[in-house]
């Protein structure tokens, strides 16, 4: 049986880190700009919808036919949403190649939905030469970063390193070990050469945390040899 007093320190307890609570928040928010504040609120709305939908449950084992009535009665809803709320368009600056892995939702990894970001999904984010071309088109476009990615758990990178699905899946297990030299190439093809030599595009390589979608900056190869140009790890 818990003691009174104690029921009342613990009660104490939760209206001092309450109120600790709000007055922190309070203090964030009167330190942000607008534009930070606006960013906040549509990431916590983004995050509640979410949490709505979430839980919606699958019925079951259903046929593809009905999954797909289920897609196309899903874009019928959201595009009223949409003819309701139309939303500004912005060119994108930055460029995501990201991994097919349906666990990672770049909107989610960036708290963001403007549309300022170019996204390529690739098995292992593994590009060949028509993405290499893309990336270079929307950079000749207006993109300034392009962001190339791995993540942990990658279903790739399993394949690549376990010899029966070598042998099952040979294609996706030669993308993952050509990666680094795709990403070289692109690097190394004039207008980007030029471009990374003028300062007028820079390309990031990152690792996804898959769970947590946390960003962990790794250097590039020409930022790894040149100490002048590293750029600090981003934990
Ligand atoms: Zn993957």
Redesign the pocket.
């Known amino acids: 049986m818990a003691l009174p007093g104690l029921c009342n320190l613990s009660r104490r307890a939760t209206v001092i880190v309450a109120l600790l609570g709000a007055t922190t928040l309070a203090c964030t928010v009167a330190v942000m700009t607008s534009d930070e504040l606006d960013f906040v609120i549509g990431g916590a709305l983004i995050d509640l919808g979410y949490r709505f939908q979430d839980p919606v449950p699958s019925r079951g084992h259903r046929t593809p036919s009905a999954v797909w009535a289920e897609v196309l009665s899903h874009n019928a809803l959201a595009a009223r949403v949409r003819d309701r709320f139309p939303r500004s368009t912005h060119h994108p600056v930055v460029a995501l190649v990201v991994?097919?892995?349906a666990r990672i939702d770049t909107n989610e990894l960036v708290g963001d939905t403007r549309r300022y970001y170019y996204v390529l999904r690739l098995a292992?984010s593994v590009m060949s030469e028509r993405e290499e071309e893309m990336l270079e088109l929307a950079v000749d476009h207006g993109v300034e970063v392009v962001v190339l990615t791995t993540?942990s758990e990658?279903?790739?990178?399993h394949v690549a390193s376990d010899p029966a699905l070598r042998a099952r899946y040979p294609h996706l297990a030669a993308g993952v070990d050509e990666r680094e030299a795709r990403r070289q190439e692109f690097r190394a093809r004039p207008n980007i050469a030029a471009r990374l030599r003028n300062g007028t595009l820079r390309v990031e390589q990152v690792h996804i945390d898959t769970h947590t979608g946390r960003l962990v900056q790794r250097p590039t190869p020409a930022q790894a040899g040149d100490p002048a140009t590293r750029t600090p790890a981003v934990e």
């Open positions: 991994c097919m892995d292992g993540h990658c279903a790739a990178e």
